[in-house]
């Protein structure tokens, strides 16, 4: 399995794709805040909830659920908001301690999860955590959240769409390439509530194109169109702008064979080592349930 994509300074071919997304991201940011939604895969994990031991205030305004929580609970919340760095993903010790974490077979761990997906009126949720879970779990991580997509309510689509950020395969690239033509809008209560003169929600189509654009950085050889590298995709762009950005990036992904080498490259869910049969048919039919597939 490959670790989680790698960030550091550009070199060579990658100075253009670099300099484009970074004026993408840099634009981006103030409205990323005003969203209300999860920060830019770039950022750093959350702090301050310490590894245990006595639960502050400043503790539960962080994560409200930590209020009552003891032993697996507990760890399993502290960790998400503090101890998981989606980054590390891909390290053996980082696996390790998901798995000793969370058993997606045991719903009392997946309700921990689902819950931290789910939108909140309150502090924003643990998306690094989050992230990191998806991406460290393996084939079982994209497995758990492809099978219960269309029970997902639309409230929580943008949330679900960003915990894939860092899973590594190229099946999730598809997923996410799918999900462009899903003009759905997602309600965001607290956004709504703070957000500018302007503010309209984000759309399933704009959380995929703001999923697939981090998973570009550092690819040698790859230029996105004009469309897509220039300005911002947040709640207060306008609608046609968005629909021009989600259009042209759906047509790159189709039509562009650089990116199509470079997906070809990447390691399939469906040959991880160690995958058994029976999760391997389940993964299998899920991903052709929602178009994913590929050859």
């Not at 970074?22 to 301050?48: H, I, R, Y």
Request: hydrophobic residues 40%; charged residues 30%.
């Amino acid at each position: 399995m490959r670790s989680a994509p790698r960030r550091g300074p550009p070199s060579g071919g990658r100075v253009v794709v670099w300099a484009l997304l970074g004026v993408l991201f840099l634009n981006a940011a103030p409205a990323l805040a005003q969203d209300g939604e999860t920060p830019p895969p770039g950022s750093k994990p959350a702090e301050g909830l310490g590894e245990g031991g006595e639960v502050t205030e400043e503790m539960l305004r962080a994560c409200p659920d930590l209020k009552g929580a003891v032993g697996r609970k507990k760890e399993q919340l502290v960790a998400l908001y503090s101890g998981l760095d989606w980054r590390k993903a891909g390290e053996e010790a980082t696996r390790k301690r998901v798995k000793e974490l969370f058993d997606l077979t045991k719903d009392e761990d997946t309700a921990v999860l689902e819950k931290q997906l789910q939108p909140t009126k309150g502090p924003q949720r643990c998306a690094n955590g989050l992230r990191c879970v998806f991406a460290a779990s393996g084939p079982e991580g994209l497995l758990f959240a492809l099978e219960r997509w269309t029970k997902v309510a639309v409230e929580a689509r943008g949330r679900w769409l960003d915990a894939l950020a860092a899973v590594p395969y190229r099946e999730v690239d598809r997923f996410l390439a799918g999900r462009l033509t899903d003009k759905a809008s997602v309600p965001n209560w607290r956004a709504s509530q703070e957000g500018p003169p302007g503010y309209a929600d984000l759309r399933v189509c704009d959380y995929a194109f703001r999923t697939i654009i981090p998973r570009l950085f550092d690819i040698e050889g790859l230029t996105l169109p004009k469309e897509v590298a220039e300005g911002q995709l947040a709640s207060i762009t306008k609608m046609d702008e968005r629909d021009k950005k989600v259009a042209a990036l759906a047509e790159w992904l189709a039509k562009d064979k650089a990116y199509a080498a470079h997906l070809a490259k990447q390691p399939s869910v469906l040959a991880a080592p160690g995958l058994d049969e029976a999760t391997k048919k389940r993964l299998g039919e899920a991903l052709e349930k929602h178009g994913a597939r590929g050859e």
